[in-house]
């Protein structure tokens, strides 16, 4: 497993605002490759603990390769971050100190042309973080309803020729089962004119985007995930989340704002009855970007937004 390849983004700004203390208990609830993971791991020694949590097998083992010179100080879990305190019961932890969420695909998912991330690789179209079991998005490309391939291609790729590309969809597939990453880039390309092409980025991608969060329950997972690490936040403890397109930002926009949110009472009120008081501080007014140093050296930095809180 050595071949697991994934450049952590923003390492020195995880740093500076889960500021992880020795002896604390941390989560990396994405673990991936263990980059942040290591990092926090350091910076907790002596007594600290770190829980990760990861869908993916292969990149379970390879973070737990990477992480064995930490001892039992280190604890991998196999499983979705949205069942976090389940996980948490099992290693009997009531709070934490700090958790950081690194959202999205890994490098080594997207290089990994079985995984089927890729629209630049000819691949059997998986997509699933998790390969034990669940559907495919070949299973889910041939399966739904053209009404509903339109819906999840505008809702999580927020593609404006969803509607065309539903619709090229449904015919292609009563000629033969879709299975592969390049039969459905051939289908796109089809679908969207060529002289609306943006020459930004390849007229698949928000589809491929769109289908990974449909496979993958990525949006759910994060909102139930995010509120639950949260929760167990101890006071002072401190919640990191970096998003790397619009509708996971502004899931943790929205949830951080809700949880800095005091009284809701109408101002016209002459007390509070709502009782809501504001459970964490935000960190970060905006969310924080990579300098130009590392967009260059790790090119998914660029898309990556940093947004932070504490607990109060």
Known sequence: MS?????????????RFLDPRP??????????????????????????ILIGIDRDRQALQAA??????????????????????????L???????????????????????????????????????????????ADLLNICTEQELERIIRDYGEERWARRIASFITDARQNARIETTMQLVDIIKGAVPRAMWDERIHPATRTFQALRIAVNGELASLEEGLRSALDLLAPGGRGVAISFHSLEDRIVKHMFREYATGCICPRRAPLCTCGQAPRVKILTGRPVTAGNEENQANPRARSAKLRAVQKL
């Open 64 to 89: 737990s390769q990477r992480l064995a010179t930490h001892g039992k100080r280190f604890k991998p879990v196999q499983g979705n971050f949205a069942g976090l305190i389940q996980h948490l019961d």
């Open 23 to 48: 002896g604390g208990v941390y989560l990396d609830g994405t673990l991936g490759g263990g980059g942040h993971a290591e990092l926090i791991l350091e910076k907790c020694a002596p007594g600290g």
């Open 91 to 137: 290693l009997q932890i009531k709070s934490l100190d700090g958790f950081i969420l690194d959202l999205g695909v890994s490098s080594h998912q997207l290089d990994t042309a079985s995984r089927g991330f890729s629209f630049q690789q000819d691949a059997p179209l998986d997509m699933r973080m998790d390969t034990d079991g669940g559907q495919t998005a």
């Open 3 to 15: 071949d697991f390849r994934h450049l952590s983004v923003l390492p020195d700004e995880v740093l």
